[in-house]
Nanobody, 114 residues
Framework: QVQLVESGGGLVQPGGSLRLSCAASGFPFSRYWMRWYRQAPGKERELVAT????????NYADSVKGRFTISRDNAKNTVNLQMNDLKPEDTAVYYC???????WGQGTQVTVSS
């Protein structure tokens, strides 16, 4: 069955960095576009970044452009999100998702606070 397992979240000060990872299994990972979403308390889930199956095409929400970088390793079935210059408004639970599916992991909490 499809599994997505996120990791790498934590507590970081404003301006700091974190690298999130999502380990995927149960489907031919290299054939699918992948996405990172986030959901802050009391808010709807928000699309943060998308990466094409081969890793060439990438799209970002305006709120994270220039600070976040999505990448993938098809040999390891992982998709990553490098987050730099973090801001308090980046605080949320971050989820990876196989594009076009309802498969979600458990999420990883990112808290940006001094």
């Amino acid at each position: 069955q499809v599994q997505l397992v996120e990791s790498g979240g934590g507590l970081v000060q404003p301006g700091g960095s974190l690298r999130l990872s999502c380990a995927a299994s149960g489907f031919p990972f290299s054939r699918y576009w992948m996405r990172w979403y986030r959901q802050a308390p009391g808010k709807e889930r928000e699309l943060v970044a998308t990466i094409s199956s081969g890793g060439v095409l990438k799209n970002y929400a305006d709120s994270v452009k220039g600070r976040f970088t999505i990448s993938r390793d098809n040999a390891k079935n992982t998709v990553n999100l490098q987050m730099n210059d973090l801001k308090p408004e980046d605080t949320a639970v971050y989820y990876c998702n196989r594009e076009g599916s309802s498969y979600w992991g458990q999420g990883t909490q990112v808290t940006v606070s001094s």
